[in-house]
Structures are given as C-alpha cells and as structure tokens.
C-alpha cells in the first residue's frame, strides 16, 4: 500500500523560505517518481516539481523554478522540497505525490498517489 505523509508547512512572510517533507512507503523507488503537487482555495491544483528515484530526472514548474528545490534521500525513503523566496502566490496545501509513469505527468498535476496535504501560508 503506497503511503504518503507531507508535513513541514506553515506561516510565513512573504521572501522567506520552508522545507517540505515527505515519507514514502508502499513505494518501490526503482519504478516510481516522487513529486509534489498544490491547490489553492478555488484553484486547480499545480504540479510544483518531480524528482526521479536517483535524483536522475527532476521537474519543476515554471511558476517556482529558480526558487525551489527538490531532493530525495533513498536510505530515508524521504522526499523534500526546499522552498525560498516565497510570495503569496505560493500559498496552498502541499502534497506529496508518487506516480510510475514519470515525471511528466507533473505538467497535468496527475499522479496516481497522493498523500495527506501540508497547508503552506505566505503572508504580504
């Protein structure tokens, strides 16, 4: 059974930073990708980014690219997403996400897995 835990989020102002982490179990990390995804109130969620097993692929979109930052630790089976320069438009509730197809389904915020959410909030 794939399990997804992301904790991490939080308050906090406008040009400061969070990390965001995500156990993972029920994954063989061979065959899956790790990513993170997030939804505002009254928003379609996003795909944020997507690293490989290895660290061999990682995605990141557009909207945070330069500004985040996702790693994997396999030993851990942990996933993290270091997050700087954060605006208000990143707030929302994170979610840790894990898919076998790739990370290209980042770009449609469709895994196959998700876990329960982080509620990241950016203040002016």
């Known amino acids: 059974e794939v399990q997804l835990q992301a904790s991490g989020g939080g308050l906090v102002q406008a040009g400061g930073s969070l990390r965001l982490s995500c156990a993972a179990s029920?994954?063989?990390?061979?065959?899956?990708?790790i990513g993170w995804l997030r939804q505002a109130p009254g928003k379609e969620r996003e795909g944020v980014s997507c690293?490989?097993?290895?660290?061999?692929?990682?995605y990141y979109s557009d909207s945070v690219k330069g500004r985040f930052t996702i790693s994997i630790d396999n030993a851990k089976k942990m996933v993290y997403l270091q997050m700087n320069n954060l605006s208000p438009e990143d707030t929302a509730v994170y979610y840790c996400?894990?898919?076998?197809?790739?990370?290209?389904?980042?770009?449609?915020?469709?895994?196959?897995?998700w876990g329960q959410g982080t509620l990241v909030t950016v203040s002016s």
């Open positions: 996400a894990a898919d076998p197809r790739g990370c290209w389904v980042t770009k449609l915020a469709h895994f196959g897995s």
């Open positions: 029920g994954i063989p990390f061979d065959d899956y990708v």
């Open positions: 690293i490989g097993n290895f660290g061999e692929v990682t």
